[in-house]
């Protein structure tokens, strides 16, 4: 035991010692600024005038907008044509089937928001082809996109007052070629090194310890493994994902993994604090990001590590039955970390079955998501959290009777409307798209159109619902991972958790956008003895409380009817 919680120590350390020194490297390149990585500008000219780019044309935030939806919107039409022909191109080994119209509409979109919701099974669902060039492409630019959209937000405050917020284009770029490539390329090294497949070579038949003969997928995986977690994307090449032995092979990758999913999530908190100037402040995001992270943690490992009481009751012992769901490499400490991890970052990958953790454990993973800005996926997280800023902001001033400002800047009712929107649509779509399975379930239980919605649980009672409601809340966070009890590769769920997703991740994406270019174009108001600081424990506090609150008065509960219900139905 304590060997473990050594093991997870030292990970988030190691972490720390990457992801913060990273962080003022991307502050540094961002600016403009002379960095050790600058050799590759050639690379991004080149780029640059193959595809008819001017690096130094400005945009707004609204010329950003139309540049991030426009090119999605194409890598979305191409993406699903080819799922659908899948079977006709080549890279197909294994001799797999296109996907549905419906499961193609759902795997395209999950991949291109950047959340990875697999309701397919990664080697037999999909071919190397759309594994490299549509789901390993993608994996790469939604992450860039994301990145993109956050370095946005860094320009509107580095300057007292612009409209000049940089090019898409060269936020877009500079993010693969300098940071996700060179990154993915020493983690996938490391990987293949430890066992993970890089050919294209098809299935290669095992025959286990007891005699049974397996054929075992295997492809270019290695990369494929690297960028998943780098990107905050979480889609496994194998549908075990991170539990596969292939994919993670033993506890030196499972740890490099950990820490490639978190590296750049931090790195940005203090990108934005050094790139604006303000150290402090990132030093106070970062903070109560990670208190938000241990009040999760904690509990997790705790719930995890103490076992079953149903098992207990069996006569198997507390360390054997703390293992049900899990992988025997990585033990119960390291899994319940990852569990933490992968939600409150929305990477959404997995280690071990999160349909077999613990009641509470689940909640707490419901938590993450549902709160879906300690740390935060590429990007989007900063993004996120800024929403909650600004909500703090508004409330601080209220309650001091000053005019809300934010660095400089007056928060006015139509920046504060737009905060507010954004931290309502985050719970609606998550209750009305759960509200709305349930009331299938129990009224349409039979309908064959569809595809009998009684046979979509595993598990009914408590455990069914929590089912529910964690895909519902994993694809708006975009996160990716479910409760895979749940039936999900139906019309009801690709159709409904498609339109979620695309909720989820352009709107909070396009509100904190639109938040940061109306106060960069405000006029500027020095800082004078009554400003609100907003770089000081004080008001990191608050934000935390602002966040809290939101998601304890939305969600409290729907988690009641869910996992709650099930944690005092087990202990009774």
């Avoid at 197909?92 to 697999?118: E, K, R, T, W």
């Avoid at 309908?447 to 929590?466: E, M, Q, R, T, Y």
């Avoid at 994993?474 to 409904?496: I, K, P, Q, T, Y």
Wanted: hydrophobic share 50%; glycine share 10%.
């Amino acid at each position: 035991m304590n060997t473990e919680l050594l093991g997870i120590i030292a990970t988030y350390a190691i972490t720390l010692l990457i992801g913060i020194p990273l962080g003022i490297y991307l502050a540094k390149m961002f600016a403009g600024e002379k960095v050790w990585t600058d050799f590759l500008k050639p690379l991004e000219k080149g780029i640059y005038k193959l595809s008819g780019i001017n690096p130094e044309e400005s945009m707004n935030w609204k010329q950003h907008m139309k540049a991030l939806l426009m090119i999605n919107m194409v890598w979305l039409v191409y993406g699903f044509f080819a799922l659908l022909y899948q079977d006709k191109l080549p890279l197909n080994p294994d001799g797999n089937l296109g996907q549905s119209p419906d499961l193609a509409f759902n795997s395209i979109i999950s991949f291109v928001v950047n959340c990875n919701l697999q309701h397919y099974s990664g080697e037999t669902g999909a071919t190397y082809f759309t594994q490299h060039f549509v789901f390993m492409f993608l994996q790469f630019v939604s992450a860039a996109t994301g990145i993109a959209a956050a370095v946005v937000l860094f320009k509107a405050f580095r300057d007292k007052t612009t409209t000049n917020l940089g090019n898409f284009w060269v936020f877009f770029t500079c993010s693969i070629t300098r940071l996700l490539l060179p990154l993915s390329i020493v983690v996938a090294t490391i990987l293949a090194f430890n066992g993970t497949p890089t050919s294209y070579e098809g299935k290669d038949q095992f025959i286990s310890l007891q005699g049974d003969t397996v054929q075992v997928s295997r492809g270019p995986a290695a990369g494929f493994v690297a960028i998943k977690h780098l990107g905050t994307n979480g889609g496994g090449w194998f549908g075990a994902n991170g539990a596969h032995p292939l994919e993670n092979p033993n506890y030196l990758s499972n740890m490099v993994e950990v820490i490639s999913q978190v590296i750049i999530p931090i790195a940005m908190v203090f990108a934005f604090g050094y790139f604006i100037r303000r150290k402090k402040m990132a030093w106070v995001i970062f903070g109560i990001m990670t208190l938000g992270m241990m009040l999760l943690l904690v509990p997790t490992v705790i719930s995890e590590t103490g076992g079953s009481p149903n098992i207990a009751k069996m006569g198997v012992s507390q360390l054997t039955g703390a293992m049900e769901g899990k992988e025997v490499r990585f033990g119960a400490t390291a899994t319940a970390y990852w569990s933490t991890v992968t939600t409150i970052i929305s990477t959404g990958s997995i280690n071990s079955m999160h349909d077999s953790a613990m009641p509470l454990t689940g909640m707490y993973q419901l938590i993450a998501m549902m709160m879906n800005c300690f740390y935060g996926g590429c990007g989007v997280g900063i993004l996120n959290y800024f929403i909650f800023i600004i909500i703090a902001v508004f409330i601080s001033g209220l309650m001091v009777g000053r005019t809300p400002e934010f660095l400089g800047h007056k928060v006015e009712a139509r920046e504060v409307k737009i905060a507010s929107i954004i931290a309502l649509l985050h719970p609606f779509i998550i209750l009305v798209g759960t509200a709305l399975a349930a009331y299938t379930v129990t009224n349409f239980p039979d309908a064959d159109w569809l595809v009998k919605p009684a046979s979509w649980l595993n598990n009914p009672g408590f455990h069914g619902f929590s089912e529910m409601l964690y895909e519902t809340t994993s694809a708006a966070a975009n996160n990716g991972s479910g409760f895979e009890g749940l039936g999900d590769n139906n019309m009801f769920w690709n159709v409904m958790t498609g339109f979620v997703l695309l909720l989820g991740r352009f709107l909070p994406i396009i509100g904190p956008v639109a938040i940061a270019g109306l106060l960069a174009s405000k006029k500027y108001i020095p800082e004078s003895a009554g400003t609100l600081k907003t770089d000081t424990l004080t008001f990191g506090v608050m934000t935390f409380v602002v966040i809290v609150i939101i998601a304890a008065l939305a969600f409290f509960p729907a988690l009641t009817l869910g996992p709650l219900a099930e944690h005092f139905s087990m202990i009774k």
